[in-house]
Nanobody, 117 residues
Framework: QVQLVESGGGLVQAGGSLRLSCAAS????????RGWFRQTPGKEREFVAA????????SYADSVRGRFTISRDNAKNTLYLQMNSLKPEDTAVYYC??????????WGQGTQVTVSS
């Protein structure tokens, strides 16, 4: 079992920045891939970004590429999402996820990000 706890969400004006953090604990040795997803009411959860925990290989959704940066601190077992040039359409609950690579097996509780216009 892996526990994931997100933090760093909040209210920001359009064009502003936020950094989300996701602290992991438990049996994290199997969490080869970690990532961020987001969800708004009435919509499916969508992929935002992911990173391989050892190699640091990243991938991004087209909607955030160039504005968001995913990174990790292996020593702290913490995942980050730096979000710049935020837009109102980035408003969502952001979830941290982890898994062995074949699926996303563990999820955090989510943190709200609200971007005002």
């Amino acid at each position: 079992q892996v526990q994931l706890v997100e933090s760093g969400g909040g209210l920001v004006q359009a064009g502003g920045s936020l950094r989300l953090s996701c602290a992991a604990s438990g049996r994290t040795f199997s969490s080869y891939v970690r990532g961020w997803f987001r969800q708004t009411p009435g919509k499916e959860r969508e992929f935002v970004a992911a990173i391989t925990w050892t190699g640091g290989i990243t991938s991004y959704a087209d909607s955030v590429r160039g504005r968001f940066t995913i990174s990790r601190d292996n020593a702290k077992n913490t995942l980050y999402l730096q979000m710049n040039s935020l837009k109102p359409e980035d408003t969502a609950v952001y979830y941290c996820a982890a898994g062995p690579g074949s699926n996303w097996s563990d999820w955090g509780q989510g943190t709200q990000v609200t971007v005002s216009s």
